[in-house]
């Protein structure tokens, strides 16, 4: 026995999750990111936990890690110098990509530039047809020609994306073997070693992305084992991934393609428990920090998953847990444009210099500054920010204010509430797309609320979008943390394979998913050493022959066994229905591709209940806060102070180490026996 501890690094806070696994105690922590030193926030933390909580680094037997290496690369555009060979002929695969306008209501828009540039893709002869036999062998030479040409534009790394590579991958193995002998220094991964999907586009952005954050991914992981290592952490570190398991930080140095989305998916897993302990069947979680605010939709309890999810400005096709990125949060910086309009974002002040209200020497206006000048932070007897390591500088954050409130001509609370406004709307504009995406409406769905932001700005972003419920677990702003923690192991796995759905094929398709678990359990007890029970989830890329685009649709285990060709096609045309409330029964059906995904579960914490409340629960002071355009009375609650059946209304602060929430008029608030903070709109 020991302690459990899962940690994510965000813009302005690295928070700390820990689960005392001999006392069942739930610990939290934030320390401040270091963007400059990445991986020096974990070290500060495991300092910080021994110093408050006395637990030694010896003592962690699990330790997860959520990052930001990979997409930050990407969107900073910092990867290496990546070139790139294709099939003679093909390119232009990136410059075409699938011909959409970035932006179809402005005809000036453009598409980015690609990772790599035109100048640093090279050709190679031979070719590869759409059943896996060869058309034309490859050229051997061509090969080495395109090595030198690497080198005499300074490439660093090389991937190899080749013609139908997904049926058949001889071609691509080949052309590694050629440049490992030629250049045994240079990195080079190949299309179908990363997600050997059908379509050339997505096939080779998604290996592009991968091999841009490769190597920088890897030394990150490399320094972190060495880090916990060093600081004496006996486990080898989990990393989380963007379907939302984990994996080990060993495997996710040559997979990183699956954890580029890590952050964000376990603050949705997070979401999705607290959904469950407070019988929530259908909710938003919203995770707001400093830099962004994202968002997912949960069903029963379970995630959304898609694929093409955009990392920066590029899609990647590996199953993710499904989320929208708003470029606004807590430190977003707010101004005024040359036409005197307001606008908060997407700029944000970040951990360095931060808010002005955290005296660092910020002086640029933020949403959170905003909110000290309204009265909701910076009250003398609340909790302090970030576990006491930020005190607010409540005339700073209004000489910040007043720098957006003089040209508007407005007084400095009024401007600090149009700042909450905008902010919020461009929350509420996003937000309306995801739901309108998925054919649901918000006003039968909870608001799980959390991040270091998220509390603070639920009540607005719930207002705007008639949301009655909102949801705020216990220690809100450490949920992603704690997503990581409770994450299982999880990966995975495909296959093309191109058949109608019919008997004849039915030993192809079976031979496909046998293939499929081999590598399955190979990956789980092999390179993740997991010895526990696994789950293995079976389904396919289906269409109607003829359709341009599957569905991913469920399939029974014993049905593929049996070649049970009617309840496979039941199940298409109960999911076909589902989405499109259409089904065609007597149109063929074609298997695209077969998928596989396997689960192992670790052990869980199991979080005693919250003790029932014996009195009334008591304010610790009250304060003046600006809402709706005038000043109300607000009581202040601590957190801590609260028991299961504890109920209050609003307007009120609820303060704790971890984030504060805001509570507008119009909101009573109750405490369930999980210890959630339970919002509904009152009439």
Same mark, same amino acid.
């Given at each position: 026995?020991?302690?459990?501890?899962?940690?994510?690094?965000?813009?302005?806070?690295?928070?700390?999750?820990?689960?005392?696994?001999?006392?069942?105690?739930?610990?939290?922590?934030?320390?401040?990111?270091?963007?400059?030193?990445?991986?020096?926030?974990?070290?500060?933390?495991?300092?910080?936990?021994?110093?408050?909580?006395?637990?030694?680094?010896?003592?962690?037997?699990?330790?997860?890690?959520?990052?930001?290496?990979?997409?930050?690369?990407?969107?900073?555009?910092?990867?290496?110098?990546?070139?790139?060979?294709?099939?003679?002929?093909?390119?232009?695969?990136?410059?075409?990509?699938?011909?959409?306008?970035?932006?179809?209501?402005?005809?000036?828009?453009?598409?980015?530039?690609?990772?790599?540039?035109?100048?640093?893709?090279?050709?190679?002869?031979?070719?590869?047809?759409?059943?896996?036999?060869?058309?034309?062998?490859?050229?051997?030479?061509?090969?080495?020609?395109?090595?030198?040409?690497?080198?005499?534009?300074?490439?660093?790394?090389?991937?190899?994306?080749?013609?139908?590579?997904?049926?058949?991958?001889?071609?691509?193995?080949?052309?590694?073997?050629?440049?490992?002998?030629?250049?045994?220094?240079?990195?080079?991964?190949?299309?179908?070693?990363?997600?050997?999907?059908?379509?050339?586009?997505?096939?080779?952005?998604?290996?592009?992305?991968?091999?841009?954050?490769?190597?920088?991914?890897?030394?990150?992981?490399?320094?972190?084992?060495?880090?916990?290592?060093?600081?004496?952490?006996?486990?080898?570190?989990?990393?989380?991934?963007?379907?939302?398991?984990?994996?080990?930080?060993?495997?996710?140095?040559?997979?990183?393609?699956?954890?580029?989305?890590?952050?964000?998916?376990?603050?949705?897993?997070?979401?999705?428990?607290?959904?469950?302990?407070?019988?929530?069947?259908?909710?938003?979680?919203?995770?707001?920090?400093?830099?962004?605010?994202?968002?997912?939709?949960?069903?029963?309890?379970?995630?959304?998953?898609?694929?093409?999810?955009?990392?920066?400005?590029?899609?990647?096709?590996?199953?993710?847990?499904?989320?929208?990125?708003?470029?606004?949060?807590?430190?977003?910086?707010?101004?005024?444009?040359?036409?005197?309009?307001?606008?908060?974002?997407?700029?944000?002040?970040?951990?360095?210099?931060?808010?002005?209200?955290?005296?660092?020497?910020?002086?640029?206006?933020?949403?959170?500054?905003?909110?000290?000048?309204?009265?909701?932070?910076?009250?003398?007897?609340?909790?302090?920010?970030?576990?006491?390591?930020?005190?607010?500088?409540?005339?700073?954050?209004?000489?910040?204010?007043?720098?957006?409130?003089?040209?508007?001509?407005?007084?400095?609370?009024?401007?600090?509430?149009?700042?909450?406004?905008?902010?919020?709307?461009?929350?509420?504009?996003?937000?309306?797309?995801?739901?309108? #995406?998925?054919? !649901?409406? +918000?006003?039968?769905?909870? *608001?799980? =609320? &959390? %991040? $270091?932001?998220?509390?603070?700005?639920?009540?607005?972003?719930?207002?705007?979008?008639?949301?009655? #419920?909102?949801? !705020?677990? +216990?220690?809100?702003?450490? *949920?992603? =943390? &704690? %997503? $990581?923690?409770?994450?299982?192991?999880?990966?995975?796995?495909?296959?093309?394979?191109?058949?109608?759905?019919?008997?004849?094929?039915?030993?192809?398709?079976?031979?496909?998913?046998?293939?499929?678990?081999?590598?399955?359990?190979?990956?789980?007890?092999?390179?993740?050493?997991?010895?526990?029970?696994?789950?293995?989830?079976?389904?396919?890329?289906?269409?109607?022959?003829?359709?341009?685009?599957?569905?991913?649709?469920?399939?029974?285990?014993?049905?593929?066994?049996?070649?049970?060709?009617?309840?496979?096609?039941?199940?298409?045309?109960?999911?076909?229905?589902?989405?499109?409330?259409?089904?065609?029964?007597?149109?063929?059906?074609?298997?695209?591709?077969?998928?596989?995904?396997?689960?192992?579960?670790?052990?869980?914490?199991?979080?005693?209940?919250?003790?029932?409340?014996?009195?009334?629960?008591?304010?610790?002071?009250?304060?003046?806060?600006?809402?709706?355009?005038?000043?109300?009375?607000?009581?202040?609650?601590?957190?801590?102070?609260?028991?299961?059946?504890?109920?209050?209304?609003?307007?009120?602060?609820?303060?704790?180490?971890?984030?504060?929430?805001?509570?507008?008029?119009?909101?009573?608030?109750?405490?369930?026996?999980?210890?959630?903070?339970?919002?509904?709109?009152?009439?």
């Amino acid at each position: 026995m020991g302690c459990r501890v899962g940690v994510d690094i965000g813009g302005t806070f690295t928070d700390f999750c820990v689960f005392d696994e001999d006392s069942g105690a739930l610990h939290s922590l934030k320390v401040l990111s270091t963007p400059g030193n990445p991986g020096a926030e974990v070290l500060a933390g495991l300092r910080e936990l021994e110093q408050r909580h006395g637990i030694k680094a010896d003592q962690i037997t699990y330790f997860t890690h959520g990052t930001t290496v990979g997409v930050n690369t990407v969107i900073q555009r910092k990867g290496i110098n990546l070139c790139l060979f294709t099939t003679e002929h093909f390119e232009d695969v990136l410059e075409v990509a699938r011909l959409k306008m970035p932006d179809p209501y402005d005809l000036f828009s453009r598409r980015p530039e690609p990772l790599v540039g035109r100048e640093k893709v090279f050709a190679i002869p031979g070719r590869m047809l759409f059943d896996g036999s060869e058309d034309a062998p490859l050229d051997e030479d061509a090969v080495r020609a395109a090595v030198d040409a690497v080198r005499a534009v300074g490439g660093e790394g090389i991937v190899v994306s080749l013609l139908h590579a997904y049926r058949n991958p001889a071609h691509e193995r080949r052309v590694v073997e050629i440049v490992n002998r030629a250049a045994p220094g240079l990195f080079i991964v190949a299309s179908h070693q990363v997600w050997p999907i059908i379509r050339e586009y997505e096939r080779t952005v998604t290996a592009v992305v991968a091999g841009y954050v490769q190597p920088r991914v890897a030394h990150y992981l490399g320094s972190l084992q060495a880090a916990l290592v060093e600081a004496g952490v006996g486990s080898e570190p989990m990393i989380t991934k963007s379907n939302g398991g984990v994996m080990t930080a060993e495997a996710g140095k040559t997979q990183c393609a699956q954890m580029l989305l890590s952050g964000t998916a376990s603050g949705v897993i997070g979401a999705c428990q607290v959904a469950r302990m407070a019988d929530v069947r259908d909710a938003l979680s919203l995770d707001i920090g400093g830099t962004s605010a994202d968002v997912a939709v949960v069903r029963r309890g379970q995630p959304q998953y898609g694929v093409g999810e955009m990392i920066g400005d590029f899609p990647i096709h590996i199953p993710t847990v499904s989320v929208t990125s708003i470029g606004e949060g807590g430190g977003s910086i707010a101004w005024v444009d040359a036409h005197g309009v307001l606008k908060v974002g997407p700029e944000s002040a970040g951990s360095n210099p931060g808010p002005a209200c955290y005296g660092q020497g910020g002086t640029r206006p933020t949403i959170t500054d905003a909110f000290v000048v309204c009265g909701f932070l910076g009250a003398p007897d609340s909790a302090g920010l970030g576990y006491g390591q930020m005190e607010m500088r409540n005339e700073m954050a209004r000489d910040a204010v007043a720098t957006i409130a003089d040209p508007l001509d407005m007084s400095i609370e009024g401007a600090a509430e149009a700042m909450i406004k905008v902010g919020v709307s461009g929350m509420y504009l996003e937000v309306s797309k995801l739901v309108a #995406r998925y054919g !649901i409406d +918000p006003r039968e769905m909870s *608001l799980v =609320a &959390f %991040g $270091g932001a998220g509390p603070m700005l639920a009540c607005h972003v719930a207002r705007e979008l008639n949301m009655r #419920r909102i949801v !705020i677990p +216990p220690t809100p702003g450490v *949920l992603s =943390a &704690f %997503g $990581g923690l409770i994450a299982d192991i999880k990966n995975d796995f495909i296959q093309t394979v191109y058949l109608d759905l019919e008997d004849a094929n039915m030993p192809t398709i079976r031979d496909g998913f046998d293939k499929l678990r081999a590598e399955a359990l190979q990956w789980l007890r092999h390179e993740q050493a997991f010895t526990g029970a696994a789950t293995l989830l079976y389904s396919a890329d289906m269409r109607y022959r003829g359709q341009s685009f599957e569905i991913d649709t469920l399939l029974g285990e014993q049905d593929i066994g049996a070649g049970n060709i009617a309840a496979l096609a039941a199940a298409f045309h109960g999911e076909h229905e589902r989405l499109y409330e259409h089904a065609d029964v007597d149109a063929p059906i074609q298997m695209i591709n077969l998928r596989l995904v396997i689960v192992g579960q670790p052990p869980k914490p199991e979080l005693p209940p919250l003790a029932e409340a014996e009195a009334e629960l008591a304010p610790v002071q009250e304060v003046r806060i600006y809402a709706d355009g005038a000043w109300h009375r607000a009581a202040i609650y601590r957190r801590q102070d609260m028991r299961a059946g504890h109920r209050f209304k609003g307007p009120a602060v609820v303060a704790q180490d971890d984030c504060t929430t805001c509570m507008l008029a119009g909101f009573e608030a109750s405490v369930d026996a999980s210890g959630n903070l339970v919002l509904e709109a009152e009439g």
